[in-house]
């Protein structure tokens, strides 16, 4: 059964810090993986998606790697600000298992002013 | 361009009572996604549907959790009886026919049952 992890669960950091969210799968037959933001009190928002084949995504101050053989990805966070605040999760969608999403268990950031 | 509308957004009920949630995907989306949020045991898949018809309802919790599609634009999550242990944010999901592409969420029903 795939399990996905995240460390660390929560993270504070000033704001204009760079900073570096970690997510690590156990199931490396993966098709691919995303990476979610939750602001609270709402739903995910789709942040990035890298196919198995790709090794990184960029979009503005957010870039993915993943790391397939080793069951890690990783979501850098440039220049961080306030409202970088949220819930990111990660979650993989394995080869034959259709769209079926397991989701990580989530870093909460807060960045401060 | 709207995105994926549930309803109601909060659901405060008894236990014993029925409980509907509703989804309206994006329109043209083909697959449609049920989860579920809680503090325990995080976001779970219950039930997903492609062109309408259930393909995966391994993580529908038990026999009192039904889902339905009737058409592309709606579909509904029923709890009969509910429970106090159902309380949790319900998210329903859409995204196009390929697993290469996004799940777009909606706000959630947070449901609570006393």
């Known amino acids: 059964k795939q399990e996905v992890t995240q460390i660390p669960a929560a993270l504070s950091v000033p704001e204009g810090e760079n900073l570096v969210l970690n997510c690590s799968f156990t199931?490396?037959?993966?098709?691919?993986l995303q990476w979610f933001r939750q602001d609270p009190g709402k739903g995910l928002t789709s942040l990035l998606l890298?196919?198995?084949?790709?090794r990184e995504q960029t979009s503005g101050r957010l870039n993915a790697s993943l790391d397939k053989s080793s069951g890690r990805s990783t979501l850098y966070i440039a220049a961080s600000q306030p409202g970088d605040s949220a819930t990111y999760l990660c979650?993989?969608?394995?080869?034959?298992?259709?769209?079926?999403?397991?989701f990580g268990t989530g870093t909460q950031l807060k960045v401060e002013l | 361009d709207a995105g994926v509308i549930q309803s109601p957004r909060h659901e405060v009920t008894e236990m014993g009572q029925e409980v509907t949630l509703r989804c309206k995907p994006i329109?043209?989306?083909?697959?449609l996604f049920w989860y579920r949020q809680t503090m325990m045991r995080g976001l779970e898949l219950l039930i997903y549907?492609?062109?309408?018809?259930?393909?995966?309802d391994s993580g529908m919790p038990e026999d009192r959790f039904s889902a339905k599609m009737p058409n592309a634009s709606f579909s509904t999550l029923k709890i009969q009886p509910s429970e106090p242990r159902d309380s949790a944010v319900y998210f329903c999901?859409?995204?196009?026919?390929?697993?290469?592409?996004?799940?777009?969420f909606g706000d959630g029903t947070r449901l609570s049952i006393l």
């Open positions: 199931d490396s037959a993966i098709y691919n």
């Open positions: 999901a859409s995204t196009e026919n390929y697993s290469n592409q996004p799940q777009h």
């Open positions: 890298i196919q198995s084949s790709q």
């Open positions: 979650a993989v969608t394995l080869r034959g298992g259709g769209n079926k999403l397991t």
């Open positions: 329109s043209g989306h083909n697959s």
């Open positions: 549907f492609n062109n309408n018809v259930p393909i995966d």
